[in-house]
């Protein structure tokens, strides 16, 4: 939750999840992180309640999985979870 608040910091250092550290590529500002390792990536979304990872791996890309993370999000923002 703490690289939310200063996500400059893990575009330099990189984010471990699961023992597996992923280049981020993008922080947006609906408090999503996006990361790439090699054909795989991570998706990272910050709830009040929660946080959403989604991890792909080819066929998937990077859009699709963001997509759906940010989806998944929206409705567990929207339930008041």
Same mark, same amino acid.
């Given at each position: 939750? +703490?690289?939310?608040? #200063?996500?400059?910091? /893990?575009? &330099? +250092? !990189? /984010? #471990?999840? !699961? !023992?597996? +550290?992923?280049?981020?590529?993008?922080?947006?500002?609906?408090?999503?992180?996006? %990361? &790439?390792? !090699?054909?795989?990536? @991570?998706?990272?979304?910050?709830?009040? &309640?929660?946080?959403?990872? %989604?991890?792909?791996?080819?066929?998937?890309?990077?859009? /699709?999985?963001?997509?759906?993370? +940010? #989806?998944? %999000?929206?409705? @567990?923002?929207? &339930?008041?979870?």
């Amino acid at each position: 939750m +703490k690289a939310f608040e #200063r996500p400059e910091k /893990l575009v &330099q +250092k !990189g /984010l #471990r999840i !699961g !023992g597996t +550290k992923y280049e981020v590529t993008q922080v947006e500002e609906e408090d999503v992180i996006n %990361g &790439q390792k !090699g054909t795989s990536g @991570i998706v990272v979304k910050k709830t009040n &309640q929660a946080l959403l990872v %989604g991890i792909y791996d080819k066929p998937m890309t990077l859009a /699709l999985c963001n997509a759906i993370v +940010k #989806r998944v %999000g929206s409705y @567990i923002i929207e &339930q008041h979870y």
